[in-house]
């Protein structure tokens, strides 16, 4: 009872700090000092002891550092002109394909998303090409919208993912394992996608214009070229996590050689690239890390008050299903989903969800692949999902509509759930065949 | 004051510039690495601990910078609501409650940082780095950051704009 008391306390005080718009890393310190010395009856001596002690290990944990060098490869291809060699690269291959270039933002987003490790990221530089392109050609805007922000999401599940290094840290997991299996999930979620487009484009021919243009062989070669960059930095930076050269923080060093080594032959490289990469790399990544670090100590908060002991005992207690307990976590993720970002929900649920689900005998690696699926459905879920407001400042409509437009995908993401629920494999078999059970 | 919050941020700048440079040369330390492990079958043995320093600098050393430009994840649902004054103070009572806390870590890392310089602790690899350099260096940015914090508390009281490009302002990522 005493536990059930602190866990509200706990919720209440951070929901009042999140509610008066304070940061969210700020918002977790704050919570925790506070639980710690009020409810936990600590002296600030030892919480500062406790709370140094969990910065100086997460602010040098070298594993973490594969954030900010994915991030910094993510700057750099977002800045260069790879998302237009993207869409010419695609647009022959596509042509054949009933729906024509609307496949461009599906297959675009996950090509993109394997060498970025943000939705947003991904969402952006895709879509700053395509939305024009299909709009000035006459596609349906609502599907080239709704395609771009559901597909704009599978930054997060293909690796490199930021949520996935994120979540394999906070519950000690093997990152490579991880990237691992998001792949097929990614590729399930992607393939559900295309097939909706290529059902609705069939259905009604009218969301498609008729194109005339007919590509010959020298256009597919050529568009080849295109995607050569793209298909090199993927397989360099996969390529060498599974070959065994590289571990997943070392494979962002070696994406970030290779994109410098592309802008370089292409031509694009300069100084004012270099700034503006390190400096958006650094800000996106030291947010990333601050919510991190905030969140270790607002899990080592909660231990000292038996939260999730105590919050684990009492679920228990309800003799819930697996099935069960899978339904309410995924319930409760929806909501978190309509108020936070996919970072924050990772690391404020996890210290009550993970030893719920391990116990209730789910894989933790395949948890960590639906938790990320469950954060893409929040990328599109107003009020707060990052891909409506990047797609809101690109196209310009009103975000209700980029909602509406994304809902179809959004539902298909929920198929994407039951399925990975029904056929754990998907997730689990690749990792498994890599790295053995 | 707009001296001031100006000063606060170029050092907060200047400070994010150097955390760069680590991120440069963490790519490069890997790259090394990475070439001695696969074509000398060696290694510097160092690559963790380094690589962790060169963190611990990218993260603490561009707090402030990466406040003030407002990267930092609000949830501002309810607060948007509110009117401009409420809303000011609320943000200002917020960073200086921040401020306190950070203000506080920063004395502990200067005490973790006092003991190891007393003790002469080193690091328990072949590089034998002496631990009081690590603990300073985050103690440095933990201040940096709680200075940034109180300008920017102060900034909302008095209403002034950030010293910040706008070009940069409310760049947010997932």
């Not at chain 1, 800045?79 to 054949?96: H, N």
């Not at chain 2, 590089?127 to 508390?153: K, N, R, Y």
Request: hydrophobic share 55%; proline share 4%.
């Amino acid at each position: 009872m005493e536990a059930l008391f602190s866990a509200f306390a706990v919720f209440g005080i951070l929901l009042v700090f999140l509610s008066a718009g304070l940061w969210v890393f700020a918002s977790i310190a704050l919570v925790s000092v506070v639980s710690l010395y009020f409810l936990g009856g600590m002296d600030l001596a030892r919480i500062g002891s406790i709370t140094g002690s969990i910065v100086n290990r997460y602010a040098s944990a070298w594993e973490l550092s594969a954030i900010p060098m994915f991030i910094w490869m993510g700057e750099i291809v977002f800045r260069t002109d790879i998302s237009m060699r993207l869409f010419r690269g695609l647009s022959p291959f596509v042509s054949m394909i009933p729906g024509k270039l609307l496949h461009t933002n599906v297959m675009g987003c996950t090509m993109f998303a394997a060498v970025s490790g943000s939705s947003t990221a991904t969402t952006a530089t895709v879509g700053k090409i395509t939305t024009r392109e299909l709009f000035n050609r006459g596609y349906d805007k609502s599907l080239a919208i709704g395609s771009l922000a559901g597909a704009g999401s599978l930054g997060l599940m293909i690796p490199p993912s930021l949520v996935m290094i994120v979540y394999g840290i906070l519950a000690e997991e093997s990152v490579a394992r991880l990237f691992a299996a998001g792949v097929f999930p990614g590729l399930m979620i992607s393939g559900l996608f295309t097939g909706y487009v290529v059902i609705r484009s069939l259905l009604n021919p009218s969301l498609v214009p008729i194109d005339e243009q007919r590509f010959k062989l020298a256009d597919f070669w050529s568009a080849l070229g295109d995607l050569f960059p793209l298909l090199l930095l993927m397989v360099v930076v996969l390529g060498s996590i599974y070959s065994g050269i590289a571990t997943p923080s070392e494979a962002a060093a070696v994406g970030v050689c290779m994109s410098l080594v592309i802008v370089v032959l292409t031509r694009q490289f300069s100084l004012r690239l270099m700034i503006e990469s390190l400096m958006g790399a650094l800000r996106t990544s030291t947010m990333i890390c601050i919510l991190l670090i905030a969140a270790a100590v607002l899990s080592t908060t909660m231990g000292f008050l038996h939260i999730p002991a105590d919050v684990a005992t009492g679920i228990a207690s309800l003799n819930l299903s697996p099935w069960g307990l899978l339904a309410i976590l995924s319930l409760f993720y929806l909501g978190l989903g309509f108020l936070l970002d996919g970072n924050s929900i990772v690391v404020m649920s996890l210290p009550i969800a993970l030893p719920l689900i391990t116990q209730a005998g789910f894989d933790p690696i395949w948890f960590g692949v639906y938790l990320v699926l469950m954060i893409e459905m929040a990328a599109v879920t107003p009020p707060i999902g990052f891909n409506l407001f990047v797609l809101q400042g690109a196209t310009g409509y009103p975000i209700g509509r980029v909602a509406r437009s994304a809902f179809p995908f959004f539902a298909l993401m929920v198929v994407g759930v039951f399925l990975l629920a029904l056929f754990p494999q998907i997730v689990l078999w690749f990792p498994d065949l890599i790295y053995g059970k | 004051m707009a001296l001031l919050y100006l000063i606060v941020y170029r050092t907060s700048q200047a400070t994010a510039v150097i955390a760069a440079l680590a991120l440069v040369l963490m790519v490069g330390f890997i790259a090394v690495e990475i070439v001695m492990r696969f074509f000398f079958s060696t290694s510097t043995f160092v690559q963790d601990e380094f690589l962790g320093y060169g963190l611990s600098i990218c993260i603490v050393w561009s707090l402030g910078y990466t406040l003030e430009n407002g990267s930092m994840i609000q949830v501002n649902l309810l607060s948007s609501r509110l009117s401009d004054t409420t809303q000011r103070w609320l943000t200002a009572i917020g960073s200086a409650a921040t401020a306190f806390v950070i203000l506080g870590l920063t004395y502990m890392f200067w005490l973790r940082a006092a003991k190891a310089w007393d003790r002469g602790s080193v690091s328990a690899t072949s590089a034998e780095m002496p631990v009081w350099i690590p603990e300073t260096i985050i103690a440095v940015g933990l201040l940096l950051f709680a200075l940034q914090l109180m300008a920017h508390a102060a900034r909302h009281i008095t209403d002034h704009p950030s010293p910040a490009p706008a070009a940069v302002l409310d760049h947010h990522d997932q």
